[in-house]
């Protein structure tokens, strides 16, 4: 087969402005044909799935749930640990399998972050002859032109630098009544152990009469709940001179939309506004994610974070007593090089100071390319992975004592899908993001609802609807 080579592959030039909207030339040029696609990551990922979505839908083809019966089988990878790699390419045997065996046609493609790295996009071109398409994430529009003009070798197509940032994206939305809304594109803040800014490119805002204009759309079409949509959506309008976050905030909320949630929010930018914000509205969610990393003043410095331990917890508390039963769950680290077992035990007292509703625990990936990843390291995996268990054990405490204290309250769900623990309930989130899983007839999906939480779990509420008499 005659492979193309990574410069040629990224020089290739398209021109951008045929193909942000849906192509019109498609004439359901793979009508009856079907397609698979699996997405990890985070919600940008599963945001960036509903456009490919999308644009497959435009050339006819049609979503299947197994490999099996697909002619197109979509791979939207994540690059934030190395497990993330493990993972995929654990699929890819089962897709070259399925190729080799049972179907000779199938299109294997693979998107996403990891063919942003430069050593992916090479091992997939010099390892990986069976993958016919690969993709960066800021070519997702050229999806149509690759099907369209299939070619006979791999087709790669990886921008290197962002480009702009583009209005109109096609989205085939997983669900009737929530929807993701990107705000923002990118990082600017390098972070020491972070791949994103080198994946997700710089920091770019969409201009915010756009996004209200995207909002106002998705209210008229039913949509109860919106999730603003950034890498650190508190750093909004920064670069292109707009609104600030707080008054983006009050404007999606003006809208009339039921729910305003957002993700996700990275200490240093959190202004008294944004807070204020937050708690004079009823339909901004109290819920916010916000990355801890790490308890220890001395590894936040190395991680390049910009706030110390002390500035968490002043924020933290000051978020806590402004908005109203506000929840607060949070991204640890554990293992960054040189950790000391001081550094671990001042995180877990940030977590027994903050018992958080529930965490997000890693332990530290190298990432080629980072600054982190040139740093010497003495702890062993093992030790890691101690503190990750003892890490562990301190936030599902946590997470159960601030789950028990919802046992019969009436909270409101928004009732969106079939419980996947119980075809017979009915699942939705609490406006503090609680999972609870709910007996209700179906005539409710899609409703805001009242609920009594008959127990709790550590992970989710159990609960029954009160019908009004
Ligand atoms: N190793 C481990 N965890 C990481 N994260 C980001 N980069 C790394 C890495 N190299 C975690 C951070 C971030 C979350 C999305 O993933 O905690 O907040
Ligand atoms: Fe990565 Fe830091 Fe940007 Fe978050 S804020 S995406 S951790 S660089």
Known sequence: MNLPNMKEAQTRTTDKTNYIYLNNNADKAYAGKKYFIRTYGCQMNVHDSEEISARLENLGFSKVETIEEADIVILNTCAIRENAHDKLYGFLGRCKHEKENNNKDLIICICGCMPQEEKVANDLIKNHPYVDIV??????????????????????????????????????????????????????????????????????????????????????????????????????????????????????????????????????????????????????????????????????????????????????????????????????????????????????????????????????????????????????????????????????????????????????VLLEDYSEKDKNLLMGYTDTMKLVNVKADPKYLGSIVDVKITSAKSWSLDGEIVEEK
């Open 135 to 412: 993709f960066g994430t800021h070519n997702i529009f050229e999806l149509e032109d690759m099907l369209l003009n299939k070619m006979e070798r791999q087709d790669i197509r990886v921008y290197s630098k962002e480009g702009e940032v583009y209005e109109n994206i096609p989205y085939k939305r997983d669900s009737k009544f929530k929807a993701w809304v990107d705000i923002q594109y990118g990082c600017d803040k390098f972070c020491t152990y972070c791949i994103v800014p080198y994946t997700r490119g710089k920091q770019r805002s969409r201009k915010s009469e756009e996004i209200i204009k995207e909002v106002e759309c998705l209210v008229k079409n039913g949509y109860k709940e919106v999730t603003l949509l950034g890498q650190n959506v508190n750093a909004y309008g920064k670069d292109i001179n707009d609104l600030s976050f707080a008054e983006l905030l009050l404007k999606v909320s003006d809208t009339g939309i039921d729910r305003v949630r957002f993700v996700t929010s990275h200490p240093w930018d959190f202004s008294d506004d944004m807070i204020n914000a937050i708690a004079s509205r009823d339909n901004i969610m109290p819920y916010i994610h916000l990355p801890l990393q790490s308890g220890s003043s001395r590894i936040l410095k190395l991680m390049g974070r910009r706030y110390t331990k002390e500035e968490y917890i002043t924020l933290f508390k000051k978020i806590k007593d402004t908005i109203k039963n506000v929840a607060v769950t949070t991204d640890i680290i554990v293992g960054f090089p040189n950790e000391t077992e001081e550094d671990f035990n001042e995180t877990l007292e940030v977590v027994n100071e903050c018992k958080y509703d529930s965490a997000f625990t890693f332990i530290y990936s190298p990432r080629e390319g980072t600054p982190a990843a040139k740093m010497q390291d003495d702890i062993s995996l093992e030790v890691k992975e101690e503190r990750l268990h003892k890490l562990n054990d301190l936030v599902n405490k946590y997470a159960k004592e601030n789950n028990l204290k919802y046992e019969g309250k009436i909270v409101k």
